[in-house]
């Protein structure tokens, strides 16, 4: 039995960086890069102001005040899109939009609530200083500038500065392939009759889900029974994904068979058992530079496993180089035993009370329990630490969704 950090690393070293692909950048959200991106432009491309007004030469506002106003002469206008092209001269001013071209001759921009315009005259009534309003070319990104790097991770932000610098597409790290094959004798999918001591694969579907939230591509190997031979040639099916998932018959019971499957088909076992709960029988190998998991079968086992080990392994293939869910501390609302000898991930939600942040179990911790992972915020991280933890002690809590933990207070209020 190894400890989680250990088995995290173990597993991490094996892991392949997948090939790279060129995609639209529409269809680049929350992929990594694989280029660098130098802009070949600068932005904004020109001069232009910041606001709605009128372009002048600022030595023509000189003594402005409310009571003396300036007088200048509208000669004309540049509105955004559309460029006024002449000199604007002494005592002349241009109506500007934002993000109008700022026109030759000009150099500051009046803002329209401080003018009045006067049939085709301009009382200016506050002068700004010399310069202002104005947005110089190249301000936001220079040419030749490297603005994003590879290893960026693209969000909103991204794909709009992708746009600007005038790139459709943009090459990223490739998805991994996830197969993932659930086992065990007493398995029913969804359109099946759930007899006595059925059980419905849930596992096929929330392990999809977990891949498909990290970015990765799953395919579905089926369920199969608690029989090697079966369970062998699903696995040879796996073999052309990235990466193979199974759950279920990893533990010591009699139609454990799977680790041995495994072995047969040509997975280099690295490790079982991590010291964990839920999450114990985890099954670690390589085949070629594949990883393989055989994750536990019971369902918040397989899906607390797949956050420690698959999901780090799915983002490092994918080209990211933050790995893990966030961490945050928060004071026991209740006590919490501890579990001797491993490592014990609570399902916890999260809420706020006197301005901190509280943690209390979501219910049965069973690890066949789907329920209090459902309720989860996050997972409490126990160590086994003799007497458990009291209410009132701090503990680190491992945050499972992107969104978690919700605060009652919004921080703009
Ligand atoms: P195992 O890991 O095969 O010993 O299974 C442990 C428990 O998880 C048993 O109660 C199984 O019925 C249950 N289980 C195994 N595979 C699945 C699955 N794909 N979906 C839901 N429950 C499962
Ligand atoms: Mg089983």
């Known amino acids: ?162 746009a600007t610098l005038g790139h459709a597409y943009v090459h990223v790290f490739q998805r991994p392939i996830v197969a993932i094959l659930s086992t065990g004798d007493e398995l029913v999918d969804l359109d099946e009759p759930l007899t006595e001591g059925k059980v419905v694969c849930s596992n096929s579907y929330s392990l999809a889900a977990q891949v498909t939230e990290c970015g990765g591509i799953p395919i579905s190997l089926g369920m199969c029974s608690d029989d090697g031979e079966e369970q062998q040639q699903r696995l040879y099916q796996g073999l052309r994904a990235d990466v193979i998932v199974t759950s279920g018959g990893v533990s010591v019971g009699k139609y454990d068979l799977v680790q041995d499957s495994l072995s047969q088909v040509g997975v280099n076992v690295k490790f079982w058992k991590v010291a964990m709960k839920p999450g114990k029988p985890l099954v670690f190998g390589t085949i070629g530079n594949k990883p393989v998991f055989g994750l536990p079968g019971n369902p918040t086992s397989a899906m607390t496993s797949f956050e420690q080990f698959v999901r780090p392994a799915l983002l490092k293939m994918m080209g990211h180089t933050r790995l893990f869910r966030p961490t945050m501390e928060a004071v026991l609302a209740e006590d919490v035993p501890s579990e001797p000898g491993r490592l014990h991930l609570v399902r916890c939600a999260l809420f706020e009370e006197n301005g901190q942040t509280m943690a209390r179990s979501t219910g049965t911790q069973s690890s066949g329990a789907l329920r209090s992972m459902v309720l989860a915020d996050g997972l409490m991280i126990v160590p086994p630490v003799e007497g458990g933890f009291s209410r009132g002690a701090k503990v680190k809590v491992q945050l499972l969704h992107s969104n978690a933990p919700l605060v009652a207070s919004s921080p703009f209020w």
């Open 1 to 162: 039995m190894i400890d989680i950090g250990e088995a995290q690393r173990q597993v991490l070293e094996e892991i392949p960086v997948l090939g790279t692909e060129r995609i639209h950048i529409l269809e680049a959200l929350g992929r990594v890069l694989a280029q660098d991106v130098t802009s070949s432009r600068n932005v904004p491309m020109c001069k232009n102001s910041a606001m709605d007004g009128y372009a002048c030469r600022h030595e023509d506002l000189v003594g402005t005040t409310l009571q003396t106003p300036a007088r200048l002469r509208l000669v004309g206008e540049s509105p955004a899109g559309k460029p006024y092209r002449e000199t604007v001269g002494a005592g002349e001013a241009v109506r500007i939009t934002t993000g109008g071209v700022i026109p030759p001759g000009a150099d500051t921009v009046v803002m329209v609530e401080n003018t009045e315009l006067q049939d085709q005259f301009v009382a200016i009534f506050a002068a700004p200083p010399k310069g202002a309003h104005i947005r110089d070319a190249g301000e936001d990104v220079k040419a030749g500038e490297l603005v994003l790097s590879q290893g960026t991770v693209v969000r909103p932000p991204e794909v709009g500065m992708l």
